[in-house]
């Protein structure tokens, strides 16, 4: 589990097809803390360590996490953000992720206000019902409140710090954004469409 509070941005520094997609990603993370098998959230993506040195890691990614999330797009030079798995006792900042991507949104409209910038997103037509004004969603591993929702679009503001922070800083209209949606409203949604 996570929180959605990135606490690294990491840099693929190799990626290599071996059956499944290998990735190594550079990391300040201290790698003498980091188990083999420990589970990192690499851009949103519950990943395993399948090896590590002093500044690095790797993961392997299946043919089914390419089909629900943007890690086919993955180069060498990519920033991406990293986050931790929690731990007892850890102080929960953001909302309950769990790492498990359901889907892609785009980015359709960017506007600053202030010194914050107001995204638009959208999302699939099967995910959008799950996306609700106020309600939680992790977009690139990021927790983040969402402001508004017309239909499959759905609005957020990224503050300064979020920004400088995360990858969230060179954003652009058309990326495409790795979207988990709130396990409350999955399981919601599920319980309303139980008979009663």
Not at 13 to 32: F, H, M, N, P, W
Not at 38 to 45: C, L, M, R
Not at 109 to 116: C, I, K, L, N, W
Request: aromatic share 6%; net charge negative; with cysteine.
């Amino acid at each position: 589990m996570f929180t959605g509070i990135i606490t690294d941005i990491g840099t693929i520094s190799q990626i290599e097809q071996q059956g499944d997609l290998r990735a190594r990603i550079q990391t300040a993370y201290d790698t003498s803390k980091i188990d083999l098998g420990a589970s990192i959230a690499s851009d949103g993506v519950c990943l395993t360590v399948v090896d590590l040195g002093a500044d690095w890691y790797d993961v392997q990614i299946s043919a089914e996490t390419l089909s629900k999330t943007n890690l086919g797009a993955w180069r060498v030079g990519t920033r991406v953000n990293l986050e931790r798995a929690l731990r007892v006792g850890d102080e929960l900042g953001g909302h309950i992720v769990s790492g498990h991507v359901d889907g892609v949104a785009r980015i359709v409209a960017m506007q600053d206000e202030g010194d914050s910038t107001r995204v638009t997103l959208r999302a699939p037509e099967t995910l959008a019902r799950f996306i609700a004004p106020k309600g939680s969603v992790a977009l690139n591993g990021t927790s983040l409140t969402v402001n508004d929702v017309d239909g499959c679009d759905f609005g957020i503001n990224f503050i300064p710090h979020t920004k400088d922070m995360t990858t969230w800083g060179a954003a652009v209209v058309g990326d495409e954004i790795n979207l988990e949606i709130d396990t409350l409203a999955r399981y919601v949604a599920r319980l309303a469409q139980m008979p009663a």
